[in-house]
């Protein structure tokens, strides 16, 4: 960065993080070589949360740092709602919600009666608090993306996973979707890394259980890195290996940008000493208890930090995009 950037970030940025994922915050804030601001949160006898900026943000522009992440997911999301409307309330220039895990992205559709799709009104509330400008990471699915009304940029985890995974031997590597439908994202990551790509057909019988049905594409005898948008309670994943050894495929390697782990997770892949290596992003805090030893976390701190940036200073970020390809 250089110092004529810098001088302006100092002089008109005003970044808060919430409460889901403090670290991540400090990280994008030093990414770009600002402090982070402080804000307040507490809690009234009735049970309603109390939330204060600490800080001037008049005429300037506001940056929160909010995943909606476990265990207290509506608390954070009505935590940044409160943060973005009072940074309106206080003449912010513009507001930028930074969402690194969007996790109602899951309710896209009405897929049964009288249910919401969540996705959907989430993103109603957030422009309805004050946001100009939403950024987010890797959604469930791609039109989810179209739910905001203000403008939103789907970043993409990839850069992290191609510069770990770089480092290896990858001379016999396939990267694996666990569904067809999200093969775009694996065949992006194969195409970067210079590897073969297959595709898992499953369904989905309830939030913990998957049947697959069976894999499209050459594995018996390779390494396969099983790509996914997430791992919550693993029973993709766990159904995934299952499979893949059943195919002959030799090392595996399971990779997620978003490693939420909820229920039983940790333990299930755990107890696996067929997979050799997890790695994840930090979208979500994963806490010392849910670290395997096979486990390896990424930061995406410095991606989002480069979108921020490029953003403030009207610069393109294409190629951070989800779906972006250079010509």
Not at 69 to 94: K, Q
Not at 126 to 131: F, L, Q, S
Not at 206 to 225: C, P
Request: charged share 20%.
């Amino acid at each position: 960065m250089d110092t004529q950037d810098k001088a302006w970030l100092l002089d008109n940025l005003r970044i808060f993080g919430g409460l889901s994922h403090p670290e991540l915050a400090e990280e994008i804030a030093s990414h770009l070589q600002v402090p982070l601001c402080k804000h307040t949160n507490s809690r009234f006898r009735n049970d309603n949360m109390y939330v204060q900026l600490l800080e001037s943000v008049r005429g300037k522009d506001v940056v929160i740092i909010q995943s909606f992440s476990p265990p207290n997911v509506s608390d954070n999301i009505i935590e940044l709602l409160m943060m973005m409307n009072a940074a309106a309330s206080a003449s912010a220039r513009s507001i930028h919600a930074v969402i690194p895990y969007f996790s109602y992205a899951r309710s896209d559709k009405k897929d049964e009666p009288r249910i919401s799709i969540a996705g959907r009104l989430m993103a109603d509330l957030i422009a309805t608090a004050g946001a100009t400008h939403v950024m987010t990471m890797t959604l469930h699915s791609p039109q989810v993306h179209g739910f905001f009304s203000v403008p939103t940029d789907h970043l993409t985890s990839r850069p992290a996973f191609v510069q770990h995974f770089r480092k290896q031997d990858l001379s016999n590597t396939v990267v694996v979707s666990p569904d067809i439908g999200h093969a775009k994202r694996a065949t992006s990551l194969a195409r970067d890394l210079g590897v073969g790509v297959a595709a898992g057909d499953k369904t989905r019988v309830s939030d913990t259980e998957v049947v697959l049905n069976t894999i499209i594409g050459d594995i018996a005898g390779r390494d396969v890195i099983v790509f996914d948008d997430e791992i919550a309670t693993g029973g993709s994943t766990i159904a995934m290996v299952e499979a893949l050894r059943q195919q002959g495929v030799r090392r595996i390697t399971l990779a997620c940008t978003h490693g939420v782990f909820s229920g039983n997770a940790i333990a299930s892949l755990g107890a696996r000493d067929d997979i050799a290596e997890i790695v994840t992003t930090n979208t979500v805090p994963v806490p010392e208890a849910k670290r395997l030893p096979n486990m390896t976390v990424l930061s995406v701190g410095s991606i989002f930090g480069q979108a921020i940036h490029c953003n403030l200073m009207g610069r393109s970020v294409g190629p951070l995009f989800a779906y972006w390809h250079e010509k």
